[in-house]
């Protein structure tokens, strides 16, 4: 079993019920209060402690002749080898993450061992089985990417309060509470050259002895004033745009004001950290009400306020966490900051957290449904009962009739570059590029390789900074392999000049690895989440290495890859969202009594027989 | 948005769930009051459900002591008979409810489930029967019926890898949402059990799950031999099959309707199936919810599953035919 969260305590359940007697489990997390409202294994008391172990010490109490062995680990260490999955007759995943799920499937596949993978969010879920040979891999059809968005979308026109809460989280709280050498499009390009990148640069910057008050205040209008005022002069850019309207502070809280706002005894008699709260010492209870600008705008000045006041050792240095109140304030009140500017509907901490913290809505219900499902397939891969196999769909509005709807696995897509080796291609400059960025940006970030080796036929070219070698050019095949995953693929090089930096801002594209399969047909959301990986322009270079916001089920797996986190609220699910998008799809078809075979159209040559 | 808000403590418990219902749904499902009779695998997969949702009040009745066959897919109560000697199982299984959410009152009724009256009823916003005979389903559907307040009414009844839920809502009104976020009310009206089972075979939905069927003549059955679900074996099956003959004849319709096969798997259905239990249990508890909460499509009104299959399906038998 890989992940003991909430589809993980279940499983784990109903397995020892089931009769399974020799059972590992492995999961990196520890346990939150957030996971006891349907991680049932878990007590308050745990919290802090490792998922694993909790869950075996927990099932062993009903069921103690059993062997079930732990691991506190990341699935991708080196130690879970092909070696290591070899030893079992199937693996059993409930993970949170397209990485680890990946990373999973090719170990499974590269052992020969069936892998049962599933997924939920909210009332809806999935699970399938893969099994090498006979049925398609987890990799066989095109996952969606994550979310992202382009990066003048969050800097310059932002339309949706997401928009404003990827700008609060990885730009301005970034520039202000973080690393302040990192790269950070905080700043609106203006065509006026005579201020100069590092003199703005200077305005986030806190003065020695300056009044914590003035320095908000300044911060305040400088992006919500100023720099709307830049973008404003950029016309072009709002022929068929609503115009923002700049805000200064004064206009919304005259300076004689602050000051009266918080009550700086209340926090410091706390004195603990992590309690601090703007929303506290505002006197602001419900997470769900949602703010005037007037609120914000103080939510605004008094987060400043305790980060300096209080925080201050941590100012610099600081990563947003969705468990970190005081930040989960501070992004709430600039978001809808922003959003007041741009005419976009504002929304409750609650929301905002949410989003802000990829947070995935998930009920004990699902799970137990999808833990159940999980079982029952695995009964048939141990008896081999090939010709069972099936993919449940776990749905939220019948269709046919059906809640729960099984469909016959496919076959192996021909094509997949995981398990049928067929080659990628890969358009690059061949002059220009590095070999560094070809790692990053196509082998690890699009291939979810971990531990990659490249190879030009028996010529070992690593990660070197270095421009790609001579003998690579247009024609030119690559072997790209993951020593761990046991993945080999082959690319071939074409060069081409020149690349559009807002649509191909890899300034290389690779194709055949998520190949969409189903552009031509009618399942159209698949098509436009998948298609956003190429088409959108990423927004990497907001790019934090933010492996806090990852939430439940369990998180295995360690980075995320930059592409990851420009703030979808689903982007660890995207597997999921997809599949759920289909099914909707699916719950179109005219709902008839017959049993019919289900339309053909919705994926190329294969059948999905109904069952 | 009626009553208290939540507390900061409950917002943090709840958080992931009230990011699916929303947070008026999960005020009303903390005022709820539940009560579930028959202690077994799919109910107690039902109880863990519910409790970690956040009801109000959760009351358990069955007064049966701790037998190894009643563990087999029971994870509330540890194995260790210095435990539970000379208790019943409610009794158990509450201590475990309890720890799995403190916030929810869980308490034991002892008593025979047919003996209760009317006014019992009337304490609960939804009751969940379990393992009982057919008589014992019809009177407590009866008596919820003749309560002024509306009290959600569930049975189920798992078998091998079968299992049946039927849900009463009576008259029944609810926000639905299409697509995007159009709400408008809508108005169900639901069949009692008794209604719901003797709709007329010939007037049934067309291609009806088998399992309606032989669990009718299952019921039937057990009614006839005067014996409790726990009480039929395989060793019944040529008599069953001699009430399937009778049945079908007289209600006009083919015996291969009702394949052997599948009668013979619900006479095995002493020993419990965990999969299904937790399938059964998931979705019986996303009705309560969604029946207490008023959100969401409720199940109309009898769902289906069998692992054979794999197929979850929802019937709606409502129409009232009683000829024949």
């Known amino acids: 079993m890989v992940g003991a969260g909430g589809i993980g305590c279940e499983l784990l359940k109903t397995l020892a019920l089931s009769g399974f007697e020799d059972i590992h ?111 398609e891999c987890y990799e066989c059809q095109a996952k969606p990417a994550p979310k992202t968005y382009p990066v003048c979308t969050i800097t310059s026109t932002p339309s949706k309060f997401v928009h404003c809460i990827v700008w609060a989280k990885e730009l301005l709280f970034a520039k202000l509470f973080g690393d302040r050498n990192r790269e950070n499009d905080l700043n609106v390009r203006s065509s006026d050259s005579s201020i100069s990148s590092e003199q703005i640069d200077d305005v986030f910057e ?24 830049v ?7 709002w022929k068929n745009r609503n115009r923002p309207r700049p805000i200064y502070s004064n206009d919304v809280i005259p300076a004689e004001l602050i000051g009266q706002n918080g009550n700086l005894e209340k926090n410091s008699v706390l004195g603990d950290a992590s309690s601090v709260s703007a929303m506290a010492s505002l006197g602001l209870k419900n997470t769900q009400d949602i703010w005037s600008l007037k609120e914000n705008s103080k939510v605004f000045f008094e987060a400043v306020r305790l980060f300096f006041a209080k925080r201050g050792k941590e100012v610099g240095n600081m990563i947003f966490d969705k468990d970190d109140q ?56 141990l008896q081999n009962d090939t010709k069972s196999y099936r993919m449940t769909y776990c749905l939220q509005h019948p269709s046919r009739k059906m809640l729960l709807m099984p469909v016959e696995p496919f076959e192996p897509n021909k094509s997949c570059y995981v398990c049928s080796k067929t080659p990628l291609t890969l358009v690059v400059n061949t002059h220009r590029s590095k070999l560094r960025d070809v790692v990053d940006k196509i082998v690890k970030a699009k291939l979810g390789m971990n531990l990659p080796l490249i190879m030009h036929g028996s010529l070992l070219l690593y990660e070197v900074l270095a421009k790609l070698p001579s003998p690579v050019t247009g024609g030119t095949m690559l072997t790209v392999e993951d020593l761990q995953q046991e993945l080999k693929c082959s690319i071939n090089v074409e060069h081409r000049e020149e690349f559009d930096e807002e649509k191909e801002p890899d300034g290389m594209i690779l194709s055949g690895w998520s190949q969409p399969p189903l552009e031509e047909n009618k399942d159209k959301t698949v098509v436009e989440n998948g298609a956003s990986t190429s088409a959108a322009s990423v927004a990497t270079s907001l790019g934090t290495e933010d492996d806090e916001i990852q939430v439940i089920p369990t998180q295995i797996g360690n980075k995320r890859k930059l592409s990851d986190i420009s703030g979808s609220a689903l982007s660890d699910h995207s597997s999921v969202t997809s599949e759920t998008k289909f099914i909707r799809e699916v719950e179109e078809i005219e709902d ?20 | 948005m009626d009553g208290e808000e939540l507390t900061e403590q409950e917002t943090a418990l709840y958080d992931r769930q009230i990011r699916v219902w929303g947070a008026d749904a999960q005020r009303r499902l903390s005022k709820s009051h539940i009560l ?47 435990v539970y000697s000379g208790r019943s199982i409610a009794e158990l299984c509450c201590e475990s409810l309890k720890d799995f959410n403190p916030m929810v009152r869980v308490s034991v009724e002892k008593g025979e489930l047919s003996n209760f009256n009317v006014d019992f009823f009337g304490k609960f916003d939804a009751v969940i029967i379990n393992c009982c005979s057919l008589a014992t389903k019809k009177s407590v559907n009866e008596k919820c019926r003749k309560l002024l307040k509306r009290v959600a009414f569930y049975t189920v009844d798992c078998r091998d890898t079968c299992a049946e839920i039927f849900v009463d809502l009576q008259k029944y009104t609810y926000l639905k949402v299409r697509k995007g976020e159009e709400k408008f009310e809508c ?138």
């Open chain 2, 36 to 82: 579930v009779s028959g202690l077994q695998g799919s109910v107690i997969e039902f109880c863990k459900n519910i409790v970690l949702a956040g009801v109000g009040s959760l009351t358990i009745n069955d007064d049966r002591l701790v037998t190894e066959e009643l563990l087999s897919a029971n994870f509330l109560i540890p194995l260790d008979e210095s």
């Open chain 1, 25 to 135: 489990i492995i999961d990196m997390d520890t346990i939150e209060v957030s996971n006891l409202n349907r991680q049932f294994l878990f007590r308050k008391s745990h919290v802090g402690q490792s998922k694993a172990k909790v869950a075996r010490d927990a099932v062993l109490k009903f069921r103690p002749h059993i062997n079930i062995t732990p691991y506190h680990a990341n699935i991708k260490d080196p130690e879970f080898n092909v070696d290591f999955f070899r030893q079992f007759n199937v693996v059993l995943n409930g993970l949170d993450n397209l990485d680890a799920r990946r990373h999973v499937n090719r170990l499974c596949l590269a052992a020969s061992v069936p892998l049962i993978e599933s997924g939920t969010t909210g009332f809806l879920g999935q699970v399938t089985v893969h099994v090498k040979g006979r049925t």
């Open chain 1, 231 to 237: 973008a404003l002069s950029n016309e072009d850019t």
């Open chain 2, 187 to 324: 108005l169900v009206e639901y069949p009692s059990f008794e209604e719901a089972i003797s709709v007329h075979w010939k007037s049934l939905p067309k291609r009806v799950s088998k399992l309606y069927l032989a669990m009718r003549v299952i019921e039937k059955f057990e009614e006839l031999e005067g014996r409790s679900p726990r009480e039929i074996s395989t060793t019944d099956l040529v008599n069953v099959q001699k009430l399937r003959r009778e049945l079908c004849e007289a209600y006009c319709v083919s015996e291969s309707l009702i394949p052997d096969h599948l009668l013979g798997r619900l006479l095995r259905g002493k020993t419990e199936f965990p999969p299904v239990c937790a399938i059964i249990g998931g979705i019986l508890g996303q009705e309560v919810i969604k029946a207490i909460s008023g959100k969401g499509d409720p199940l109309k009104n009898f769902f289906f599953f069998d692992a054979m299959d794999g197929t979850g399906l929802i019937e709606d038998i409502s129409k009232a035919k009683t000829e024949g």
């Open chain 1, 592 to 611: 008839t009594d017959d049993l019919v075979m289900l339309d053909d159209g919705l994926s190329d040559s294969k059948k999905r027989r109904e069952q």
């Open chain 1, 206 to 229: 806190r003065r020695m002895d300056e009044n914590i008050e003035k320095y908000a205040r300044r911060i305040y209008d400088h992006v919500f004033g100023y720099n709307i005022e």
């Open chain 1, 326 to 381: 005081l930040a989960v304030e501070f992004v709430t009140a600039a978001a809808n900051i922003r959003a007041s500017s741009f005419g976009i509907p504002l929304h409750s901490l609650f929301e905002a957290k949410g989003i802000a913290g990829n947070i995935v809505h998930a009920v004990a219900t699902t799970n137990a449904i999808i833990a159940g499902l999980i079982v029952i397939e695995a009964v048939k891969v």
